[in-house]
């Protein structure tokens, strides 16, 4: 007899779904663009090829625009507030680049260099922009220092240099909600439509900004619960001075309507006054820290 097949969609966000079929749950994605979908689909193929515990495969039903992968069950977004979470997420970022060692990801071909240099001037430049809505917030003082440290960061990055790390695969959007923790504690790597090949220390500097804001932005405690990111590239430590989550996070309020300016408003403003309470701080770890080693 021909059982009915029962399909469940519950939409997540207006191009995401989770669908619920015989029992079965899967992530449906639609791409606006199919040459992304396509970049996932190729990065899946070769992370699996070897093995990569830590991605949920694709479904071969997925073509085209849309993207299907099992539902990653009893997870749920990595707490960076929690030292093991953040031990598991840089654990997971770690096995992610050293992949290098088995896929040579410059030959893939169909990853974007990282383009860092732009991107940030890009985002300071539409900071700057933003200063009469984003100044009844926070005040002309911080709106200031804010530009200040960003001008500055930049004008280190480019005397430090391009980071000649070995070029691998990254992420390229280590948001919390794209780092699913499973019940014992793993971290699973969803989203990789900003996937793109770059150093190692550049995806794990963007962590660290993550990160930062749950532990008072104490950049030398970071340090030493977690002693590996002492590694990072010089490219690495010069990127902490530069407030990369408060300038993107402005600039994205700018973008919204009135009523989720509203929403948003007050928790941002205490974030961001919280930042610079401890820029200052954070920017003299990463001075003393590259003057050290310009030392040796
Ligand atoms: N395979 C999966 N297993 C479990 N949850 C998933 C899975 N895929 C997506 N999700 C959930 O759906 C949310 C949105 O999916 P996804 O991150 O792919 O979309 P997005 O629009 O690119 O997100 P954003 O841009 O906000 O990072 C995820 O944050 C996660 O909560
Ligand atoms: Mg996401």
């Known amino acids: 007899m021909d059982r009915k097949r029962e399909t469940l969609f519950y939409e997540v966000k207006p191009h995401v779904w989770r669908i619920e079929e015989d029992g079965q749950m899967f992530a449906v994605k639609r791409y606006k663009n199919q040459m992304t979908a396509d970049k996932v689909r190729k990065?899946?193929?070769?992370?699996?090829?070897?093995?990569?515990?830590?991605?949920?495969?694709?479904?071969?039903?997925?073509?085209?625009?849309?993207?299907?992968?099992?539902w990653l069950t009893d997870t749920k977004p990595v707490d960076f507030a929690a030292p093991d979470g953040r031990r598991a997420s840089l654990d997971t970022l770690d096995a992610l680049h050293a992949t290098r060692d088995v896929i040579d990801w410059e030959a893939a071909g169909y990853l974007p260099r990282f383009r860092l240099l732009n991107k940030w001037e890009h985002r300071l430049q539409r900071f700057r922009h933003n200063e009469?809505?984003?100044?009844?917030?926070?005040?002309?003082?911080?709106?200031?220092?804010?530009?200040?440290?960003?001008?500055?960061?930049?004008d280190v990055l480019k005397a430090v240099g391009p980071d000649d790390g070995?070029?691998?695969?990254?992420?390229?959007?280590?948001?919390?909600?794209?780092?699913?923790?499973?019940?014992?504690?793993?971290?699973?790597?969803?989203?990789?439509?900003?996937?793109?090949?770059?150093?190692?220390?550049?995806?794990?500097?963007?962590?660290?900004?993550r990160v930062l804001p749950h532990v008072g932005y104490d950049a030398e405690a970071l340090c030493s619960e977690l002693p590996r990111l002492r590694q990072l590239s010089d490219v690495g430590i010069a990127m902490l001075r530069y407030p990369n989550e408060v300038l993107r996070e402005w600039n994205y309020f700018a973008g919204l309507p009135d009523m989720g300016r509203r929403q948003i408003a007050g928790h941002l403003t205490r974030y961001t006054k919280q930042a610079l309470g401890s820029w200052e701080r954070l920017c003299e770890f990463s001075e003393n820290e590259l003057d050290r080693r310009s030392a040796r």
Do not use: C
Not at 132 to 154: D, H, K, M, N
Not at 174 to 179: S, Y
């Open 132 to 154: 009469q809505l984003v100044t009844p917030y926070i005040g002309s003082s911080a709106f200031e220092q804010f530009l200040t440290y960003g001008e500055r960061a930049l």
């Open 166 to 209: 070995p070029m691998t695969v990254l992420h390229g959007d280590v948001v919390h909600h794209n780092l699913l923790a499973a019940e014992d504690g793993t971290v699973y790597l969803i989203d990789f439509d900003l996937a793109a090949a770059g150093s190692p220390s550049v995806e794990i500097a963007l962590w660290m900004h």
């Open 43 to 70: 990065l899946h193929d070769q992370l699996l090829a070897v093995e990569f515990p830590f991605i949920a495969p694709l479904s071969e039903k997925g073509t085209g625009h849309l993207v299907i992968q099992p």
